[in-house]
């Protein structure tokens, strides 16, 4: 009794879908990462496309800022059985965010050089994030890689001096000029800039299948290009490089070409200081 009692409580559970041989665990929702877990040896298809698998059965998908309402997802058991599910995908409202006081040529660049720069700039950071390899750092777990007041969230959309803009991608988070940054997970540097137009100090942590962490505005950086790093680490420093208007770190994921919300990764945040160090 007990036993039956307890799987229909799990089935209950907010953000978890069960069809045996298959677990998904993270909310069906727009800019959502969402782990997966299958019987080893499957294929699995998202919307049609290939989805890398682990040996072991664990895989990735994610849902656009606008994903439609609707998802299949398409698993290929070793012994040819297929699970078909449509996926319902909540539709999220986004927020209003106008940020006033930055330099003008931060909000409307100019000059035949400096968009020359952010060119290659752009193209230096989808390199670091078009790698898609076996590694399965992000079965390990995340963390927030700072703590302090969330200023600023995934989805909305930026009026900066008055003028709309692209819209935010990454959850701020505000905290002195040098406060800790941490590595939310296991995985690898796959690109470190000391100064970038727009994001000031930037680094990218690969954690394997196409999933990265870009960590923005960074007055200092710790550490180097193909270094591994642990979940906890400290990696880098809070700064106000770039196109900030105080010091906070801006923190973003990326799986395979999609830009998704980072706090869909971790829990709620620890009410907690964090000390310099």
Avoid at 88 to 99: D, G, L, P, T, V
Avoid at 152 to 174: C, E, F, M, T, W
């Amino acid at each position: 009794m007990r036993l039956r009692l307890g799987f229909l409580l799990l089935l209950l559970l907010p953000g978890v879908l069960l069809a045996a041989p298959l677990t998904l665990r993270g909310p069906l929702e727009q800019g959502a990462l969402v782990f997966g877990k299958t019987e080893p040896g499957a294929k699995v298809y998202q919307d049609g496309k290939r989805v890398p698998v682990s040996p072991k059965g664990d895989f990735l998908i994610g849902f656009a800022r606008k994903a439609p309402p609707s998802s299949t997802l398409k698993v290929v058991l070793p012994d040819g059985r297929k699970l078909v599910r449509k996926l319902k995908i909540k539709q999220r409202k986004y927020r209003i965010q106008r940020i006033n006081g930055l330099p003008p040529s931060k909000v409307t660049p100019m000059g035949k050089e400096t968009l020359a720069r952010i060119r290659r700039e752009v193209a230096l950071v989808k390199k670091a994030r078009a790698r898609v390899d076996d590694r399965t750092d992000f079965t390990h777990g995340f963390q927030w890689p700072a703590i302090g007041p969330i200023t600023g969230v995934y989805g909305s959309q930026r009026i900066l001096n008055g003028k709309p803009r692209r819209p935010h991608y990454g959850v701020d988070i505000a905290g002195p000029v040098g406060t800790p940054v941490r590595a939310p997970a296991d995985g690898i540097v796959t690109m470190v800039h000391p100064d970038m137009f727009y994001s000031g100090g930037t680094m990218i942590i690969d954690h394997g299948h196409g999933l990265s962490s870009t960590f923005l505005h960074l007055s200092k950086i710790l550490v180097k290009e193909g270094q591994r790093v642990k979940k906890g680490q400290v990696v880098a420093r809070m700064g106000a490089t770039g196109r900030a208007t105080g010091p906070h770190l801006d923190w973003r994921i990326n799986l395979r070409g999609l830009r998704l919300d980072a706090q869909t990764a971790v829990g709620p945040m620890k009410k907690q200081k964090e000390k310099l160090r």
